[in-house]
């Protein structure tokens, strides 16, 4: 493992905070393919350490509920071993969190000090700004490993708690760029070209994904298991009012009660459901200003129900206000990994240029 000494010391003393971009020249054809289910995360940490404060810190941030759900999911599920634990099989998961400090006597920093160099112990311990740095491929191709370490336990506690929302989303990138190379592996040349032709934008449907509606403004698109319904919708109209984006739950009202309606009963549609409250957040979408929504959708017979994530934003070229959502139909399922793909497929639409 002595090569380890070199990458990351690279990492360290280039910067902090930054997730190393993977332009490292290593050759990772050798390593074997990370294993593990989509949303797991291994983390290592000494025992003391986890069942401590330190340990529930990182607990509230990966095991934190998810907003938007119709029950509570965590972030991550997460697995805990003790250093010593770490065998050749557990190296292979697609996510790893090594944690732990140095000024205590334990297996987190006898595993630091075997793993770094003499040199990058003292500056982590020198330097306050460094507490996390990261790796690709480490032990596995397609794995992504982040290093959580401090000299002092309230130290890295209060980092953690400052960038909690920053740690989430280093690992839920990661999630989202492997979920999109197994989705669009065979893209749906038909659709995207269809899309281009009749609504002047593009967006990539995976191949399980069937046309349901296209209409001037509004296209629909489906993948309908026996348990499982996911779909994607776009509509769009002239772009008037700035309020808009204050007021994307009665957008969105207003969308699906007149296009997600039963064909053979008229009084059935969708509407919105506000047992929850919406989630609203302003992003940046393509470069565009968007506003993001989260929240549940019913039926108007209250006969089904689910979540869905939508965006609101308007195009400067063709000044149409868009809005495209993502909604399932689970009934008993977990949703965290079906709304993870209808967020990267919104993510892939691009205005015709």
Not at 170 to 188: C, Y
Not at 272 to 287: A, H, R, S, Y
Request: glycine share 4%; with cysteine.
């Amino acid at each position: 493992m002595r090569y380890l000494y070199i990458i990351f010391a690279m990492l360290i003393f280039s910067c902090s905070e930054k997730q190393n971009n993977g332009k490292e020249k290593r050759n990772t054809s050798t390593l074997p393919k990370a294993r593990g289910d989509a949303g797991e995360l291994l983390i290592v940490m000494d025992s003391t350490e986890w069942q401590a404060s330190l340990g529930l810190e990182i607990k509230k941030v990966f095991f934190e509920s998810l907003i938007g759900l119709p029950r509570p999911e965590p972030v991550f599920h997460i697995r805990h071993v003790h250093p010593s634990q770490l065998n050749s099989v557990l190296k292979n998961s697609k996510n790893i969190l090594f944690a732990g400090t140095l000024h205590r006597n334990n297996s987190s920093r006898a595993f630091f000090k075997n793993l770094f160099d003499s040199k990058l112990l003292e500056r982590i311990q020198q330097d306050t700004s460094i507490y996390t740095f990261s790796q690709t491929d480490l032990f596995a191709r397609g794995q992504f490993v982040m290093f959580l370490v401090g000299n002092e336990e309230l130290f890295l506690i209060r980092k953690i708690q400052k960038n909690k929302h920053l740690l989430q989303e280093r690992f839920n990138s990661k999630e989202e760029e492997r979920l999109a190379e197994e989705l669009f592996r065979s893209p749906n040349t038909e659709i995207a070209s269809a899309l281009q032709k009749d609504h002047a934008f593009s967006m990539s449907i995976p191949v399980s994904y069937i046309q349901v509606k296209n209409e001037k403004n509004f296209v629909w698109f489906r993948t309908l298991g026996a348990e499982i319904d996911k779909n994607i919708f776009c509509y769009y109209e002239p772009y008037t009012d700035a309020r808009v984006f204050k007021q994307a739950d009665a957008l969105r009202k207003r969308i699906v009660e007149q296009w997600i309606v039963d064909p053979e009963k008229k009084n059935i549609y969708m509407t919105n459901q506000n047992v929850l409250p919406f989630l609203f957040t302003e992003v940046n979408f393509q470069k565009k200003y968007a506003v993001e929504t989260k929240g549940m959708w019913k039926l108007s017979d209250n006969s089904r129900g689910g979540a869905f994530i939508s965006y609101t934003f308007v195009d400067s070229l063709s000044h149409n206000l868009y809005y495209i959502e993502g909604y399932v139909d689970a009934p008993a399922k977990d949703k965290r990994e079906l709304m993870r793909e209808l967020k990267v497929i919104l993510q892939t639409f691009s205005t015709r240029k």
